[in-house]
């Protein structure tokens, strides 16, 4: 029976289903095969700092659902790292009575085991009986083996989600990285076209300007010449954004409290916001927050994440603005509720030139598709990262993350 009892566990720990199955199986099966009423696995949980049940066999009225730090024969066993044998009411060792536990309510016999691999705990295993229950050397052996089978069980689990995660990671590097190198090229062919451009478009719509002020105001010829200076001015912008994509400006790093810019940045967006019916939130930390900022470039990328959020509030909304420290980050979170992003695009949206803002008339809007890749290049000179929380239907959230310094740090160079 024994030899069957760690053939089974093992047959289950290694499936290939779920974790959540893995274990409440082996929960079952330990029950069962030691002839105990109650089997609970709980896991520790370090950002909660307490044991969760993770899998239960027995009556449902009978699990205690956590353990807080420092509470009940969990945290006893799990510091000690040895098992414990508990019998009530007849409590039978003085360290025993010390330890409140409620779990062990209605139960004659407990055993707590850790889930330990000798060096971190993950766990810990309560088996409980209505009657007295004391397990034969053999037993005991098998449980222990059954307890290291489940911690590695658990442990790999942890390992498989580190290694997903920073896969994730590495795959959202990667292909940034591929398209930085594949638009390199082709915002180099941009920048010597705009080059180009530039000039001739300057005298085009200084000629149009001097146009427009010889030209009577109910002349027939009014409208064309209004085309012609607001289509210059669209391509003035679009030349600009082509410039501030691919000139490699250097930083100008100072120690700067975020919050100021944004004040200095939300202040010119004020009356736009107004006329959009766009209610401004600012909910900025009281004590400043400092990062090597420079100034001119990072007010830059906020205008273009401002600019977007008032843009897709087409019909008003709410723009809220939060700054905090998370770490050893100043975060600037920039939330709208202009509808988000269509998931299907979502992974466009920092590929230059992509824009879904292809308004013809001259009274809609129209974009180039550079503003997030400039934001995302200036973000990312400053060590920074942006995150996006994106509702589809809702609005979204653009998190700016930059390493935080101290008052009057010096940049490093
Ligand atoms: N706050 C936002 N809400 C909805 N869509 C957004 C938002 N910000 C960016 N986008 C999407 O990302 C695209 C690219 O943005 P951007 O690079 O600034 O270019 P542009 O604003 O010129 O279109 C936008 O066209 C839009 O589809
Ligand atoms: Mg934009």
New binding site residues.
Partial sequence: MSKDLITKIIDITTSETSLGDRLAKSACLLAKELEMEDCTIYRWNDSERRFMAAAHAGRRSDLIASYMDGEGFAFAVATSLRQATIYTPKLESSKARSVHDNGLVGFRSTMVYPLSDGRSCFGVIYLKSRIKKTLSTFKKKQLITSTKQITYTIKSNINYMRLQSTYNEFRTVQKRLVNAEKLMTLGELSATLAHEIKNPLLSIGGYAKGLRKNTEKNSKNAPYIDQICSQVKRLETIID?IFNYTEERPLCLCSTDINEVIRTTLHLFKDRCSTNKIKIKERLTKLPLHAQLDKDQIKIAFD??I???I???KDGGELTLVTKKHKEWVVVE?S?N?????PK?LC?????F????KGKGPSE???????????NRIVTRHQGIIDIK?SYGK??T?AVRIPSSKAGQPAKT
């Fill in positions: 954004d273009n994440l600019a977007n959020a843009q897709s509030m920039i709208d202009g509808g988000g992003v269509d695009y466009e949206i920092f590929d230059p992509f824009t879904t803002k809007t129209t974009g180039t598709g550079l503003g997030l890749p400039i934001t994106n609005g979204i653009f």
